[in-house]
C-alpha cells in the first residue's frame, strides 16, 4: 500500500470518528453569569426591561463598535419590545422580549442573520436578597442536529460568558450609582 493510500484512509477514518463523537456532544448549550447588586430589584429591572436602557451597560454597545447602528420597535419597555443591530464587528440580528415579569423575570428570543438555527432563548432573573438583588442571565440554545454546530456549542461559554461577566459588572455599576442618587 502507497504513503498517499494510508494517509488517505487515515484522514478518512479520523474524519469518520469526529463526526460520530460530534453526534454525542450535547445538543443544548446552556450559559449563566449572576451578580449582586446592592440597588432594589425593580430599579434594577427597569434598566434590563426598557432595550434603550441597554446603551448604558450593554457590552455591545458603541464601545466595541462605534459602527453599530441600533433600530427599535415595539412598545418602550416590556414583553413586545425589540431592537435590531448591524456592525462590522457583531454582525446583525434581533433582540425580542417575549415575556416580562416586573421585579421577577425578563425573556427573550434572540435571533442573528444568516443563523439557519432558529431564535436562542436569554433572559434576567431579579432575586431580591437583603435590599439587593441577585440578578442571574441566562442563554440557552439549540445547536442542531449536526456535529459542526455541536463542536460550535463547546465555545459558547467561554465566548458569550466574558461579555455577560462585563455587561453584569456595567449593569452594577448603572444600578448602583441610580439607587446611590435616588436616596
Not at 448549550?29 to 448604558?56: G, K, Y
Not at 457583531?90 to 415579569?101: D, F, Q
Not at 467561554?158 to 448603572?174: P, Q
Request: charged share 25%; with cysteine; aromatic share 10%.
Amino acid at each position: 500500500m502507497t504513503i498517499l493510500k494510508r494517509v488517505l484512509i487515515g484522514f478518512v477514518g479520523l474524519l469518520v470518528v469526529l463526526l460520530c463523537i460530534g453526534f454525542l456532544l450535547p445538543r443544548e448549550v446552556n450559559v449563566e453569569r449572576s451578580a449582586t447588586i446592592d440597588a432594589p430589584a425593580d430599579s434594577v429591572f427597569v434598566l434590563v426591561n426598557d432595550l434603550h436602557q441597554w446603551e448604558h451597560w450593554t457590552p455591545w454597545g458603541k464601545d466595541r463598535d462605534p459602527t453599530i447602528e441600533v433600530t427599535y420597535g415595539g412598545p418602550a419597555a416590556g414583553k413586545g419590545a425589540w431592537y435590531s443591530w448591524k456592525s462590522e464587528e457583531l454582525g446583525a440580528g434581533k433582540l425580542e422580549i417575549v415575556e416580562s415579569h416586573p421585579g421577577k423575570s425578563i425573556e427573550m428570543l434572540l435571533s442573528f442573520e444568516g443563523d439557519d438555527g432558529g431564535p436562542a432563548k436569554c433572559g434576567f432573573t431579579f432575586e431580591p436578597v437583603d435590599g439587593k438583588t441577585n440578578v442571574k442571565w441566562w442563554f440557552d440554545a439549540d445547536m442542531g442536529v449536526w456535529p459542526p454546530g455541536r463542536y460550535f456549542g463547546l465555545l459558547i461559554d467561554r465566548m458569550l460568558g466574558a461579555d455577560y461577566e462585563k455587561g453584569l459588572a456595567n449593569l452594577k455599576s448603572v444600578a448602583e450609582k441610580k439607587a446611590a442618587t435616588a436616596e
